[in-house]
């Protein structure tokens, strides 16, 4: 394979060897460094980086591995470990794994990364041989699964894909923990395995006819354009780009083609890759289409469909633009989600670097992704909740794996990236104000930027040259900052500012020539789009959460208001060394401590906060005083009561359930489900010769869920169930048919309607 001179590639590393020469492609004015320049000092990111480090060291390889051996017909060497990687999106980690191994490796040289990638770059090829296909996977039934395709038969609900849960995510995140290995250790045999997946891709799908392959691209793709450019840009070989092309859609990347916002009622992670691909296939091709969806995409994502940390969905779903007042639950803001917004806002930031775009990086990178990780154990959250009075839930180190694991594997390995950005000007670009070290080779210099930030307002910023040079240091002037003060070597200077607003100071650097930034730090709010009366409070980048306890408060009456139409004069800062705010006199039923999101790990907390008029407080407490009463009144009928999703009174019960039946929590009660024609039935005490009723509860979050009721076997009721205010449970009753003799009767929850039965969070046989 013939290597050309240089490549640019994105969001996890913007310059490396190799890459295609193309009149075509465009020409971008600021490149990332390459992490292996750039140390992390201490700081909450080296804090994260060294669990990471940790928990990636203590994966086992061949346990990643075990069903690449198995469906390749070798012997597998450990066992497989549980959660996802048992289930129907196995192998997803192992690519992931690859990438956050290699990252690490390349910052810290630590020789275990490389030996593990390196061993499981290896046992791929010799997995990928066996095969004789040049296809290697882990997806349970994969074979029936690709000939299928192959035969254009296509089956698909959203994200199954001919019985298999989103097999192009999961082929997707092995060639792109290929692609790092190759990138990021120099391994040979990675590229050759990637780049022979490749081949078994296009051909398997450049033979379909367009409405097969459109039929196929319903189902979640992950980013298997982007890979593919990838590897047309270390190639140079066209197909790979035509392969690229072949993984685009029409009904998200056309819509946004025209400028047209496709996500409301979408599933987000599946369709921010597609905005990725479409920014790499931009910087290859100079395609002005591409550059549409991918800008357009982000502003549109940012600006209708974001919350205050710079998360996106709810239940991995975007709703109406603009529309996120009623969409806050345990369940909002995929990390993977963020996760890729970051990677598509380092492709826009070298077009034209600009600090709206920083700003977002920075607050999205401090308020959700930093914030994503248990800061004593390393583990990760799922989604990063923003109910009110919520708390976050953590993976599990072997029994988890799912896709939020995996890019925070990643997540947490790369810190240095978009903290600089050399312009190709020769100028610095200050994104980040994180402490760190640059070892800048083209100008033989180290750049070291020490600070407290956020918990102080300045960073320092010292020059080290053998040789005094002349360049220019751009630094982002911050949206949150009034004001913005620069010294150099302690004298005040008076820096111009261009128009995509970073801060110039244009001069001869001599060594340790130091420029000091000064930044105006305060307390501010940020409404919801569509309630001012619902704010989230912040300083600096900072979202601060309100801290609420240990136990988790009544989820309707029992986080605190604010009683106070100016609440920031009553809100006090009352410590130098870190963010602990107080409010005075503004919350009912009591004042609160706030501090960074980014600082919860076990305790309940409050981002968002409703602010009350006296005269709306008292229609609350009323409202709050006639739920009690439903509630009394519902516990005096009660016969028998089952909490469901419980493993005690689910065996007490003596509830079965089919396959596709999960547990679930949502504000903080298990619930359980049933999925497309799978049922769960289990038995409760009635009353002879009374008129008793079935409560089910649901909660508002679930919605368009269909399923019928079975009583003893015999039809009670369909439930068209169109949900309700998000983090509201609701109870229900279903009439009984009288019985003749007390017993024990069965109830069955069946999906039956090509709908999921439930979430049902409660069970109740009350007397009529």
């Known amino acids: 394979m013939q290597l050309s001179k ?11 060897f190799g890459g295609v020469n193309n009149a075509h492609a465009q020409q971008i004015k600021a490149t990332s460094f390459p992490i292996k320049d750039i140390q992390l000092l201490n700081s909450p990111f080296s804090n994260a980086k060294k669990l990471d480090s940790g928990y990636i060291l203590s994966l086992s390889a061949n346990r990643l591995l075990h069903r690449f051996h198995k469906y390749a017909g ?5 066992s497989v470990y549980g959660g996802w990687e048992s289930d129907g999106l196995s192998g997803h980690t192992l690519g992931h794994y690859l990438s956050a191994a290699a990252m690490m490796y390349s910052t810290t040289r630590t020789k275990a990364f490389k030996t ?3 061993y499981i770059v290896s ?12 296809y290697v996977g882990a997806i349970p039934n994969e074979d029936t699964l690709w000939a299928k395709i192959k035969r254009s038969e296509i089956k698909s609900s959203g994200f199954d894909l001919n019985g298999a849960w989103s097999p192009w995510y999961t082929v997707h995140k092995v060639m792109a923990g290929l692609m790092d290995a190759y990138y990021f250790t120099n391994n040979k045999q990675a590229l050759e395995v990637a780049t022979k997946l490749a081949d078994w891709t296009y051909d398997l799908v450049a033979p379909l006819s367009d409405s097969v392959r459109l039929k196929m691209l319903n189902c979640e793709y992950g980013g298997m354009n982007e890979v593919l450019a990838n590897i047309y840009a270390v190639s140079g070989n066209t197909k790979y780009l035509k392969a690229a092309h072949l993984f685009e859609d029409d009904f998200v990347m056309g819509k946004l083609a025209n400028q047209i916002d496709p996500m409301p009622g979408k599933h987000s992670n599946t369709n921010v890759p597609k905005a990725i691909a479409a920014a790499r296939q931009y910087e290859l091709t100079g395609s002005l289409r591409d550059s549409t969806i991918a800008s357009y995409f982000w502003h549109t994502m940012v600006q209708k469909h974001s919350y205050v940390i710079g998360g996106n969905s709810n239940y991995e779903y975007c709703g109406d633009a603009g529309k996120l007042n009623d969409r806050l639950s345990d369940a909002t803001c995929e990390t993977c989600n963020t996760y890729n ?3 598509l806002t380092s492709h826009l930031f070298t077009w034209e670097p600009n600090a709206k775009l920083g700003d977002y990086y920075e607050r999205a990178l401090y308020n959700h992704i930093l914030a994503s990780q248990h800061s004593k154990t390393g583990m990760m959250t799922y989604f990063l909740p923003l109910r009110m009075g919520t708390a976050k839930q953590f993976s599990d180190s072997t029994n988890t794996f799912t896709c939020c694991v995996g890019s925070g594997m990643e997540n947490h390995s790369k810190y240095e990236e978009s903290i600089y950005f050399q312009g190709n000007d020769g100028s610095l670009y200050v994104n980040l104000f994180i402490p760190s070290e640059l070892n800048w080779s083209a100008k033989k210099s180290k750049i070291i930027q020490t600070t407290s930030f956020p918990n102080s307002n300045t960073s320092t910023i010292i020059y080290q040259g053998k040789q005094a040079q002349k360049f220019a240091i751009k630094i982002r002037k911050p949206s949150w900052s009034r004001s913005v003060k620069l010294m150099v070597n302690n004298v005040s200077y008076n820096y111009s500012q261009d128009k995509n607003g970073f801060m110039i100071v244009n001069r001869q650097w001599n060594n340790n020539d130091s ?4 930044f105006d730090m305060h307390l501010y709010k ?11 409070f912040l300083y600096g980048p900072v979202v601060l959460a309100g801290h609420l306890g240990k136990s988790m408060p009544d989820p309707v009456f029992g986080t605190p208001v604010i009683m106070d139409t100016n609440p920031l004069d009553k809100i006090n800062k009352t410590s130098q060394e870190a963010l602990i705010f107080k409010w005075n006199a503004i919350g009912k039923p009591k004042d609160i401590q706030m501090m960074p999101l980014y600082a919860f790990n076990d305790d309940y907390y409050s981002v968002y906060w409703d602010k009350f008029t006296t005269a709306e407080w008292v229609l609350k407490e009323k409202e709050y005083e006639a739920e009690k009463i439903r509630v009394q009144q519902i516990e005096s009928r009660t016969i028998d009561q089952f909490r469901i999703g419980e493993m005690q009174p689910e065996r007490d019960h003596q509830l079965v359930a089919t396959e596709k039946s999960y547990v679930s929590d949502a504000v903080g009660r298990m619930g359980r489900e049933a999925r497309l024609n799978n049922h769960f039935q289990f038995y409760m005490k009635q009353v002879a010769h009374e008129k008793c009723s079935l409560l089910l509860t649901y909660i508002g979050d679930d919605k368009g869920r269909k399923f019928d009721i079975l009583v003893n076997d015999q039809y009670l009721t369909t439930v068209e169930w169109e949900g309700g205010i998000t983090g509201r449970f609701y109870d229900i009753e279903y009439p009984l048919p009288i019985i003749e003799s007390n017993k024990n009767s069965k109830i069955t929850i069946l999906a039956n309607h090509g709908k999921t039965a439930g979430r049902v969070f409660g069970v109740r046989i009350l007397k009529n």
Not at 123 to 134: D, M, V
Not at 526 to 536: K, L, Q, T, V
Request: charged share 25%; proline share 4%; aromatic share 4%.
């Open 6 to 16: 240089k490549i640019i590639l994105f969001g996890l590393i913007l310059s490396f």
């Open 74 to 78: 070798l012997p597998v060497k450990d």
């Open 116 to 118: 593990n990638v390196d």
């Open 123 to 134: 046992e791929l090829a010799i997995c990928q041989n066996a095969r004789k296909t040049g």
């Open 341 to 343: 917004m970051l990677k």
């Open 515 to 518: 420029l000091h930034i000064v």
């Open 526 to 536: 940020e409404s919801m789009p569509d309630n001012e009366n619902r704010i989230a």
